[in-house]
């Protein structure tokens, strides 16, 4: 049991170094995913220990939240790719300045 | 009733008026207000001391309000009235109310009548603040009030950028010399704890003496005295100051606030009867300007610079009489010389006026027979300051020259002797002046000589009213009027039967200068014209005025311009002061420039930042909390 | 010695579902095509699946892979079949952050194990209790968090706004 949290944290850094170094907008997002994924597991792993119902609740409501997240999140990406006919992040500089 | 209060605050009222009013309510009104509260202010000048001889010449005071007080010392706006207030004060509003009437005939042209008549106004305030006060406190506020109308009166025309440039350089040069009346006024109040005059006399005169120098206090307060009453080294401001309006030249550098240094010193004779050093400095500076103001005059080509020496020189002689005990005398001379003073200045305007403006003498000639007034009172004046009997010079000359040979208190042949070489000069310029301006031929174009005409009844009057009190102002026995307070020196007894053949020398040496100007300059100055060639580099010299403002220009004034723009400019102002501001705001625009390149519109970058930024929190956290 | 092995089964598969679960995200990184990614992620959430499922919470890890697996990464896999063009990002992987990516990533892994470090011995061997049992969770989740509930579902209302916005900008941009 004391082997999930770090695994736990484990998941969320190496979602955050997907986040930061790939160059690929679609691995981008999965890799946030996997963020929200070892978030997860920290939850579950403090609501069996501590015998709380509310950190099961709040892993159901991310779950809900997660699916629409990727709902929406695609299309855009899809209009975004589709205008900058290219999936690299180093083109998306909309924000320079 | 307030008499001495409403002496002083009669011009006041005149320059509040005037200054405030003047311009919308015509010259009429502005003549009206600004001649008749001087002449009102004389008529209770007079009423004054008519209530002064009644009651024994027993000194008047009047408490007008306490400006301070501090611990349990209070400084008092107060007025003192004795002999010697009473006559200054007279002849500053009987003066100065004739040059004010003169006045409106002079600048009835000038679009700024009503200006003009609030700042002499203002003047007669700050002179009879001066005149009557009875602290020093008070005598500095008017010390330093005249200075400013001084100021505003020279450069009346400031539209020229010299005539500025001259009030600007009286000010100064005033105030330099008024550092030393300060630095006294401190030590006076340091070890006396007093400021009135007349307790400070009191202590000098009193036993024990007082813990101070004397001569320090007397040294300190005479560079006050030489920066106002244009002695060497601080006289350079006086000639300059022929840039004002005429009437100008007249009141204030002539008659009546060039006198205050002698007025002041003569007010603290306690002081300086205990101060051999002092006195004598005062005797030689005096002796040493009048002789120098003398051949500066001598070679001057301009009717008001003449004049203007002239003025430096007999106040130089002013100090001597100061320098040697007898304040009597000095406030004697001081008298007779606002009478013929102010009206050969006058004279000189009323020239200037007939000609439209010429003020070379060397363009002159001829008006004798064309302004006949201008011209008698004119030559009235002028044996009256060389010092002919029965003129009021003579007698004032004469008692200077007397006590400058024999006072007991450092009367010697040397002072004597250059005293009566300076009264030959006198007589020799004045009378140079008198044939090269009115005398001859004209030397005018033809137009202007057309256009000669005498000048109007207000004038004239007043010319005429001062050359008669030249003539007989001296028939008034001043020294010995003033004598209860102003004690004469002992005259020496090897001395003593010099005094008969003082006289007649002091009227041979008068009737030399005239003689020697007559043979030199009739016929429009031929004769000297010959013989100039042969004194040219003394000519110079003299012309050049001794090269003094030149000298003070590269000693005092170059290295300070040097330094106010190396160092303050340079360094202060550019250097620290907007290189810290600019270098602040380069520095802003240099971090933002940095900060800036964040932006670079990369997500993941912000990400990364993020991600760095909560580390360090935690880490923060972790240590700390 | 089989109860010895099968009280520490547990624990062997805790360990190999968690290795699988961190390998799988490893991978995510490192691999090349997105379709690959995509697969490593897959298996990283069947792994988080069964942990789920042998910590006990059963109707979580039955969500873990309906949800996630079966709804989220179905879509993931469809948009990279329908995207994955051949572009610059298809041959450099990784972006100019690499190393300053991973040095801050593992600061902050660092950190943060050894600030839980000293508090990981407390977490003890899960009690017993029913309370993730689908009746009671349910019960308790309807009764005590039902306000939760329901401002996930105004979320989930802006959501479909957001996508109905989403389908009149493509519906714009078409003509």
């Given at each position: 049991?004391?082997?999930?949290?770090?695994?736990?944290l484990?998941?969320f850094?190496?979602?955050?170094?997907?986040?930061?170094?790939?160059?690929?907008?679609?691995?981008?997002?999965?890799?946030?995913?996997?963020?929200?994924?070892?978030?997860?597991?920290?939850?579950?792993?403090?609501?069996?220990?501590?015998?709380?119902?509310?950190?099961?609740?709040?892993?159901?409501?991310?779950?809900?939240?997660?699916?629409?997240?990727?709902?929406?999140?695609?299309?855009?990406?899809?209009?975004?790719?589709?205008?900058?006919?290219?999936?690299?992040?180093?083109?998306?500089?909309?924000?320079?300045? | 009733?307030?008499?001495?209060?409403?002496?002083?605050?009669?011009?006041?009222?005149?320059?509040?008026?005037?200054?405030?009013?003047?311009?919308?309510?015509?010259?009429?009104?502005?003549?009206?207000?600004?001649?008749?509260?001087?002449?009102?202010?004389?008529?209770?000048?007079?009423?004054?001391?008519?209530?002064?001889?009644?009651?024994?010449?027993a000194?008047?005071?009047?408490t007008?309000?306490?400006?301070?007080?501090?611990?349990?010392?209070?400084?008092?706006?107060?007025?003192?009235?004795?002999?010697?207030?009473?006559?200054?004060?007279?002849?500053?509003?009987?003066?100065?109310?004739?040059?004010?009437?003169?006045?409106?005939?002079?600048?009835?042209?000038?679009?700024s009548?009503?200006?003009?008549?609030?700042?002499?106004?203002?003047?007669?305030?700050?002179m009879?603040?001066?005149?009557?006060?009875?602290?020093?406190?008070v005598?500095?506020?008017?010390?330093?009030?005249?200075?400013?109308?001084?100021?505003?009166?020279?450069g009346?025309?400031?539209?020229d950028?010299?005539?500025?440039?001259?009030?600007?350089?009286?000010?100064?040069t005033?105030?330099?010399?008024?550092?030393?009346?300060?630095?006294?006024?401190?030590?006076?109040y340091?070890?006396?704890?007093?400021?009135?005059?007349?307790?400070?006399?009191?202590?000098?005169?009193?036993?024990p003496?007082?813990?101070?120098?004397?001569?320090l206090?007397?040294?300190?307060?005479?560079i006050?005295?030489?920066?106002?009453?244009?002695?060497?080294?601080?006289?350079?401001?006086?000639?300059?100051?022929?840039?004002?309006?005429?009437?100008?030249?007249?009141?204030?550098?002539?008659?009546?606030?060039?006198?205050?240094?002698?007025?002041?010193?003569?007010?603290l004779?306690?002081?300086?009867?205990?101060?051999?050093?002092?006195?004598?400095?005062?005797?030689?500076?005096?002796?040493?300007?009048?002789?120098?103001?003398?051949?500066?005059?001598?070679?001057?080509?301009?009717i008001?610079?003449?004049?203007?020496?002239?003025?430096?020189?007999?106040l130089?002689?002013?100090?001597?009489?100061?320098?040697?005990?007898?304040?009597?005398?000095?406030?004697?001379?001081?008298?007779?010389?606002?009478?013929?003073?102010?009206?050969?200045?006058?004279?000189a305007?009323?020239?200037?006026?007939?000609?439209?403006?010429e003020?070379?003498?060397?363009?002159?000639?001829?008006?004798?027979?064309?302004?006949?007034?201008?011209?008698?009172?004119?030559?009235?004046?002028?044996?009256?300051?060389?010092?002919?009997?029965?003129?009021?010079?003579?007698?004032s000359?004469?008692?200077?020259?007397?006590?400058?040979?024999?006072?007991?208190?450092?009367?010697?042949?040397?002072?004597?002797?250059?005293?009566?070489?300076?009264?030959?000069?006198?007589a020799?310029?004045?009378?140079r002046?008198?044939?090269?301006?009115?005398?001859?031929?004209?030397?005018?174009?033809?137009?202007?000589?057309?256009?000669?005409?005498?000048?109007?009844?207000?004038?004239?009057g007043?010319?005429?009213?001062?050359?008669?009190?030249?003539?007989?102002?001296?028939?008034?026995?001043?020294?010995?009027?003033?004598?209860?307070?102003?004690?004469?020196?002992?005259?020496?007894?090897?001395?003593?039967?010099?005094?008969?053949?003082?006289?007649?020398?002091?009227?041979?040496?008068?009737?030399?200068?005239?003689?020697?100007?007559?043979?030199?300059?009739?016929?429009?100055g031929?004769?000297?014209?010959?013989?100039?060639?042969?004194?040219?580099?003394?000519?110079?010299?003299?012309?050049?005025?001794?090269?003094?403002?030149?000298?003070?220009?590269?000693?005092?004034?170059?290295?300070?311009?040097w330094?106010?723009?190396?160092?303050?400019?340079?360094?202060?102002?550019?250097?620290?002061?907007?290189?810290?501001?600019?270098?602040?705001?380069?520095?802003?625009?240099?971090?933002?420039?940095v900060?800036?390149?964040?932006?670079?519109?990369?997500?993941?970058?912000?990400?990364?930042?993020?991600?760095?930024?909560?580390?360090?929190?935690?880490?923060?956290?972790?240590?700390?909390? | 010695?089989?109860?010895?092995?099968?009280?520490?089964?547990?624990?062997?598969?805790?360990?190999?579902?968690?290795?699988?679960?961190v390998?799988?995200?490893?991978?995510m990184?490192?691999?090349?095509?997105?379709?690959?990614?995509?697969?490593?992620?897959?298996?990283?959430?069947?792994?988080?699946?069964?942990?789920?499922?042998?910590?006990?919470?059963?109707?979580?890890?039955?969500?873990q892979?309906?949800i996630?697996?079966?709804?989220?990464?179905?879509?993931?896999?469809?948009?990279?079949?329908?995207?994955?063009?051949?572009?610059?990002?298809?041959?450099?992987?990784?972006?100019?952050?690499?190393?300053?990516?991973?040095?801050?990533?593992?600061?902050?892994?660092?950190?943060?194990?050894?600030?839980?470090?000293?508090?990981?011995?407390?977490?003890?061997?899960?009690?017993?209790?029913?309370?993730?049992g689908?009746?009671?969770?349910?019960?308790?989740?309807l009764?005590?968090?039902?306000?939760?509930?329901?401002?996930?579902?105004?979320?989930?209302?802006?959501?479909?706004?957001?996508?109905?916005?989403?389908?009149?900008?493509?519906?714009?941009?078409?003509?």
């Amino acid at each position: 049991m004391h082997l999930l949290l770090p695994v736990s944290l484990a998941l969320f850094s190496l979602g955050l170094l997907g986040v930061i170094v790939r160059r690929n907008v679609l691995v981008m997002l999965m890799c946030m995913e996997l963020m929200l994924n070892g978030v997860n597991l920290s939850l579950v792993t403090f609501a069996r220990q501590l015998d709380s119902a509310a950190g099961a609740v709040l892993v159901f409501l991310i779950f809900v939240v997660a699916a629409a997240e990727i709902a929406i999140a695609i299309p855009i990406v899809l209009l975004l790719a589709r205008s900058k006919r290219t999936l690299d992040l180093a083109a998306y500089t909309d924000l320079k300045g | 009733m307030e008499f001495l209060t409403l002496i002083v605050v009669l011009p006041l009222v005149g320059f509040v008026l005037n200054g405030l009013a003047g311009d919308r309510l015509g010259k009429r009104f502005v003549t009206v207000v600004g001649c008749g509260l001087p002449i009102l202010a004389f008529l209770v000048t007079v009423k004054c001391t008519v209530a002064l001889a009644a009651a024994g010449y027993a000194p008047l005071t009047e408490t007008v309000y306490t400006w301070a007080v501090i611990d349990d010392r209070a400084f008092e706006v107060a007025f003192y009235f004795d002999r010697l207030a009473a006559v200054m004060a007279l002849i500053v509003t009987g003066v100065g109310s004739l040059i004010h009437v003169y006045s409106i005939g002079y600048m009835k042209e000038d679009r700024s009548y009503a200006r003009y008549f609030a700042y002499l106004n203002l003047f007669l305030f700050f002179m009879l603040l001066l005149v009557l006060g009875r602290s020093l406190l008070v005598l500095f506020v008017g010390w330093e009030g005249v200075g400013l109308a001084s100021y505003l009166l020279i450069g009346f025309w400031f539209e020229d950028p010299d005539k500025a440039r001259a009030g600007k350089k009286a000010f100064i040069t005033n105030r330099v010399g008024d550092a030393g009346f300060l630095l006294g006024m401190f030590v006076l109040y340091a070890t006396l704890g007093t400021l009135e005059m007349d307790e400070i006399n009191a202590a000098f005169m009193g036993s024990p003496a007082p813990a101070v120098s004397a001569s320090l206090v007397g040294v300190l307060l005479f560079i006050g005295a030489s920066g106002k009453s244009a002695q060497i080294p601080l006289h350079v401001w006086l000639p300059d100051a022929m840039a004002g309006p005429t009437p100008v030249s007249a009141l204030i550098h002539a008659a009546t606030m060039v006198t205050a240094g002698v007025y002041m010193v003569a007010r603290l004779s306690g002081v300086y009867l205990h101060a051999p050093e002092a006195s004598q400095l005062v005797a030689v500076i005096g002796v040493l300007t009048a002789f120098f103001a003398a051949t500066i005059a001598v070679v001057q080509t301009d009717i008001k610079k003449v004049l203007a020496y002239s003025t430096i020189s007999q106040l130089g002689l002013m100090f001597v009489a100061l320098g040697v005990g007898a304040y009597g005398v000095a406030i004697f001379h001081l008298y007779t010389h606002a009478f013929f003073k102010a009206c050969l200045f006058l004279g000189a305007g009323s020239v200037i006026h007939a000609l439209s403006g010429e003020q070379d003498i060397t363009r002159m000639g001829g008006l004798a027979k064309r302004i006949p007034l201008t011209f008698v009172t004119f030559a009235v004046a002028t044996a009256a300051i060389a010092g002919l009997p029965p003129l009021a010079g003579f007698f004032s000359k004469d008692e200077i020259l007397w006590f400058a040979l024999a006072s007991g208190r450092g009367g010697s042949i040397l002072l004597w002797g250059a005293a009566a070489f300076t009264a030959f000069l006198t007589a020799f310029y004045m009378f140079r002046l008198l044939w090269l301006a009115f005398l001859g031929t004209p030397r005018m174009d033809a137009r202007t000589v057309q256009h000669v005409h005498e000048s109007p009844p207000s004038m004239t009057g007043v010319l005429a009213v001062l050359a008669a009190l030249s003539a007989i102002g001296g028939f008034f026995a001043l020294p010995h009027f003033l004598e209860p307070m102003l004690p004469l020196p002992e005259v020496r007894t090897e001395a003593h039967p010099f005094e008969t053949p003082l006289v007649v020398v002091s009227v041979a040496l008068a009737l030399a200068g005239l003689a020697a100007a007559a043979f030199l300059f009739s016929s429009n100055g031929a004769r000297a014209a010959r013989l100039s060639p042969r004194f040219a580099a003394l000519h110079r010299v003299l012309s050049g005025k001794y090269y003094i403002d030149e000298l003070y220009d590269r000693a005092i004034g170059r290295p300070l311009q040097w330094i106010s723009e190396r160092l303050f400019l340079g360094i202060g102002d550019r250097l620290l002061l907007d290189g810290s501001l600019n270098g602040l705001a380069a520095l802003a625009q240099r971090a933002a420039g940095v900060l800036g390149r964040i932006q670079t519109g990369s997500l993941q970058l912000y990400a990364l930042l993020m991600l760095l930024a909560s580390v360090a929190c935690l880490l923060w956290i972790w240590r700390h909390v | 010695m089989i109860d010895g092995l099968l009280g520490h089964l547990e624990t062997l598969f805790l360990v190999l579902f968690a290795g699988g679960a961190v390998a799988g995200g490893a991978l995510m990184i490192v691999l090349r095509q997105p379709m690959r990614v995509a697969l490593a992620l897959i298996s990283t959430m069947l792994c988080l699946g069964a942990i789920y499922g042998l910590l006990g919470v059963h109707f979580i890890a039955a969500f873990q892979v309906l949800i996630y697996v079966g709804a989220v990464m179905v879509f993931m896999v469809y948009v990279i079949m329908l995207l994955d063009v051949r572009d610059p990002s298809y041959a450099g992987r990784f972006s100019r952050l690499l190393v300053p990516g991973i040095a801050g990533a593992a600061a902050l892994l660092g950190v943060l194990v050894y600030a839980a470090w000293p508090d990981l011995a407390g977490l003890a061997r899960p009690s017993g209790a029913a309370t993730f049992g689908l009746r009671e969770f349910s019960a308790t989740f309807l009764n005590e968090y039902w306000l939760h509930f329901e401002l996930v579902s105004v979320l989930l209302v802006a959501a479909v706004v957001a996508a109905i916005a989403v389908i009149k900008v493509n519906r714009g941009e078409r003509g």
